[in-house]
């Protein structure tokens, strides 16, 4: 039971106290006010307080307070100043009930009964439990047509909470929400099809007949009598020694309305945070939670415009073609890409940019400080190819900034030629042709080839246990190791140096990366000197790609030769 301070009516049931808090709050509308009227005091003072203690300070001072300036109303006895004079008595014959004899007020909480009424789609209760166990109340707008074709107007309207006894002796509540009070009405009738809104479940069989407060949960006895149905419910509320089960009390039932007991698979969808269909159609075989009752047709895979947009995610990229590389000669589709890496070389390198060739993985490596010289490592390439007599035809790149020009100013514009790259691409003859790989795809050719490259760096500058500064002759070193090796695309049997040039690929001269060189002091003003070294100790970092002979590096004035 709800129970308010305020309300007109409160429960009086083992609350002696209280009567006097009330008869104080009648007494006060005699003792002051602007609005009452004599007919509201003859009222009180006929109905209420005859034959009482304070029907006789009433007497002495009703002559001097009929119609006083001074009366002001209480919270409690509002609508004694408004309406009617039919509602003002029939408001006074409720709370009669409040200033019950000694013996009522001590015989405790008793059994109300309730009739369950399937045609009916409200609550009806009598007029005196209405004012007892209401809370909120207000007056009622409801009209009851009788079998005389007369309606009658509810007295009172409230909210109303009852308490139920299970078989096991357990209590728990059902929020009926609004209920009318009717002085004329002889039973209380309860709403069949309400009781279905609040989740609860009603099974009428005979000497079988039950109310069940949600699936599977607790039953409590629905009694046949006389043709009509009937529950008993306690009034007494919680808060008053009725020790009210938690676990099971009617999930999602507020004002007499269950608002999760049913819903089609795509309610419950929404009301689970787009959780799965799967998932909810598997949750609901098992029977692994209460309240989850599903009805209609429910296909597992109908759309959602939400979870379509809130969840949508990029598509994985393939591992694989579906089809063939185009590229069916060298020179057809040339791949770049490039990488930063965080530290500087002895020239100031920063910056590799590889290009690969799709028919044959021959690549060629370029190094610069800065990505505004990346379009002039495509001048190189193109000239250096042109010299081996290939013309490329296609190059295809990501969307990075560095190869093509994208609308609006950036901060990074200072270091970056955002339009060069396209241009000297228009600028060959003929004109080579850039693709750009969709959103987020990357250069696949290249990316590999740079995941060949810097592994094999890191491997060679560990073992020779040189500085990182060293990057840029170790990679290109691994590159030009690589275009004299076979791979997958070429087959066993030759090397993209080999498809390029015709000539077979020469091993002889391939030494480890980091190793001792001793080299013969040319000239040498000291030759004659005895005593005196005629060679000096260098280090191997790699063979020139244009002159074929290898390269080296001096400790001693950090000259490389």
Same mark, same amino acid.
């Given at each position: 039971?709800?129970?308010?301070?305020?309300?007109?009516?409160?429960? *009086?049931? @083992?609350?002696?106290?209280?009567? %006097?808090?009330?008869?104080?709050?009648?007494?006060?509308?005699?003792?002051?006010?602007?609005?009452?009227?004599?007919?509201?005091?003859?009222?009180?003072?006929?109905?209420?307080?005859?034959?009482?203690?304070?029907?006789?300070?009433?007497?002495?001072?009703?002559?001097? &307070?009929?119609?006083?300036?001074?009366?002001?109303?209480?919270?409690?006895?509002?609508?004694?100043?408004?309406?009617?004079?039919?509602?003002? $008595?029939?408001?006074?014959?409720? *709370?009669?009930?409040?200033?019950?004899?000694?013996?009522?007020?001590?015989?405790? &909480?008793?059994?109300?009964?309730?009739?369950?009424?399937?045609?009916?789609?409200?609550?009806?209760?009598?007029?005196?439990?209405?004012?007892?166990?209401?809370?909120?109340?207000?007056?009622?707008?409801?009209?009851?047509? @009788?079998?005389?074709?007369?309606?009658?107007?509810?007295?009172?309207?409230?909210?109303?909470?009852?308490?139920?006894?299970?078989?096991?002796?357990?209590?728990?509540?059902?929020?009926?929400?609004?209920?009318?009070?009717? *002085?004329? /009405?002889?039973?209380?009738?309860?709403?069949?099809?309400?009781? !279905? $809104?609040?989740?609860?479940?009603?099974?009428?069989?005979?000497?079988? =007949?039950?109310?069940?407060?949600?699936?599977?949960?607790?039953?409590?006895?629905?009694?046949? $009598?006389?043709?009509?149905?009937?529950?008993?419910?306690?009034?007494?509320?919680?808060?008053?020694?009725?020790?009210?089960?938690?676990?099971?009390?009617?999930?999602?039932?507020?004002?007499?309305?269950?608002?999760?007991?049913?819903?089609?698979?795509?309610?419950?969808?929404?009301? !689970?945070?787009?959780?799965?269909?799967?998932?909810?159609?598997?949750?609901?075989?098992?029977?692994?939670?209460?309240?989850?009752?599903?009805?209609?047709?429910?296909?597992?895979?109908? %759309?959602?415009?939400?979870?379509?947009?809130?969840? /949508?995610?990029?598509?994985?990229?393939?591992?694989?073609?579906?089809?063939?590389?185009?590229?069916?000669?060298?020179?057809?589709?040339?791949?770049?890409?490039?990488?930063?890496?965080?530290?500087?070389?002895?020239?100031?390198?920063?910056?590799?940019?590889?290009?690969?060739?799709?028919?044959?993985?021959?690549?060629?490596?370029?190094?610069?400080?800065?990505?505004?010289?990346?379009?002039?490592?495509?001048?190189?390439? !193109?000239? *250096?190819? #042109?010299?081996?007599?290939?013309?490329?035809?296609? /190059?295809?790149?990501?969307?990075?900034?560095?190869?093509?020009?994208?609308?609006?100013?950036?901060?990074?514009?200072?270091?970056?030629?955002?339009?060069?790259?396209?241009?000297?691409?228009?600028?060959?003859?003929?004109?080579?042709?850039?693709?750009?790989?969709?959103?987020?795809? #990357?250069?696949?050719?290249?990316?590999?080839?740079?995941?060949?490259?810097?592994?094999?760096?890191?491997?060679?500058?560990?073992?020779?246990?040189?500085?990182?500064?060293?990057?840029?002759?170790?990679?290109?070193?691994?590159?030009?190791?690589?275009?004299?090796?076979?791979?997958?695309?070429?087959?066993?049997?030759?090397?993209?140096?080999?498809?390029?040039?015709?000539?077979?690929?020469?091993?002889?001269?391939?030494?480890?990366?980091? =190793?001792?060189?001793?080299?013969?002091?040319?000239?040498?003003?000291?030759? #004659?000197?005895?005593?005196?070294? $005629?060679?000096?100790?260098? /280090?191997?970092?790699?063979?020139?790609?244009?002159?074929?002979?290898?390269?080296?590096?001096?400790?001693?004035?950090?000259?490389?030769?």
């Amino acid at each position: 039971m709800h129970y308010h301070g305020s309300d007109v009516g409160q429960p *009086a049931l @083992g609350r002696q106290s209280e009567n %006097s808090n009330y008869s104080r709050d009648i007494l006060g509308v005699c003792h002051g006010g602007t609005q009452a009227s004599a007919f509201h005091v003859q009222l009180l003072q006929s109905q209420f307080f005859h034959g009482s203690d304070i029907d006789e300070n009433l007497e002495r001072e009703s002559n001097e &307070s009929v119609v006083s300036n001074s009366i002001s109303p209480t919270l409690g006895l509002e609508p004694l100043l408004c309406g009617t004079e039919r509602e003002a $008595r029939s408001f006074y014959d409720c *709370a009669q009930s409040v200033v019950l004899d000694d013996d009522a007020n001590n015989s405790g &909480s008793s059994m109300v009964t309730f009739t369950l009424d399937s045609a009916s789609d409200i609550h009806v209760i009598q007029l005196n439990e209405a004012v007892k166990y209401f809370s909120e109340k207000s007056e009622s707008n409801l009209k009851v047509l @009788g079998v005389s074709g007369q309606s009658t107007r509810a007295d009172l309207q409230g909210h109303l909470i009852i308490v139920v006894e299970d078989n096991e002796g357990k209590m728990f509540q059902i929020d009926l929400g609004l209920t009318h009070g009717m *002085a004329q /009405i002889p039973v209380n009738l309860l709403s069949v099809s309400l009781l !279905l $809104r609040s989740g609860c479940i009603v099974h009428l069989e005979e000497g079988n =007949c039950y109310l069940q407060l949600q699936k599977d949960g607790p039953q409590v006895d629905i009694r046949c $009598r006389n043709g009509m149905f009937e529950i008993d419910a306690l009034p007494e509320c919680p808060g008053d020694g009725i020790k009210v089960d938690p676990s099971c009390q009617p999930s999602c039932s507020v004002d007499g309305v269950s608002l999760a007991a049913f819903g089609n698979l795509t309610t419950w969808h929404r009301r !689970l945070a787009h959780l799965s269909r799967d998932r909810l159609v598997q949750i609901h075989k098992n029977d692994a939670v209460d309240g989850f009752k599903l009805k209609g047709h429910n296909p597992i895979n109908a %759309s959602c415009d939400t979870c379509s947009q809130a969840k /949508i995610m990029r598509s994985a990229v393939p591992h694989e073609r579906k089809f063939s590389d185009p590229a069916t000669y060298i020179g057809h589709t040339v791949s770049s890409d490039v990488k930063k890496v965080p530290f500087s070389t002895f020239r100031g390198a920063q910056y590799a940019v590889t290009y690969v060739d799709h028919y044959s993985l021959l690549g060629m490596v370029f190094f610069v400080r800065s990505k505004a010289e990346i379009y002039l490592t495509l001048e190189r390439y !193109l000239r *250096a190819m #042109k010299a081996l007599g290939v013309t490329v035809q296609n /190059i295809q790149t990501d969307r990075g900034s560095e190869y093509f020009s994208q609308e609006g100013d950036l901060i990074e514009d200072r270091d970056r030629n955002l339009h060069k790259f396209g241009e000297v691409c228009l600028a060959q003859n003929p004109q080579v042709r850039h693709i750009i790989q969709p959103v987020e795809m #990357k250069e696949k050719v290249a990316e590999n080839s740079f995941r060949y490259l810097f592994r094999a760096v890191n491997a060679m500058l560990w073992e020779a246990r040189l500085s990182p500064a060293f990057w840029e002759d170790a990679c290109a070193y691994a590159q030009y190791l690589w275009n004299r090796t076979p791979n997958s695309h070429t087959g066993d049997d030759t090397t993209p140096w080999t498809l390029l040039t015709g000539q077979r690929a020469r091993w002889d001269k391939f030494k480890v990366f980091g =190793c001792d060189v001793w080299q013969h002091i040319p000239n040498n003003p000291y030759y #004659k000197i005895p005593g005196l070294p $005629r060679g000096r100790r260098m /280090i191997f970092v790699g063979i020139d790609s244009d002159f074929g002979g290898w390269k080296i590096f001096d400790p001693s004035t950090s000259i490389l030769f």
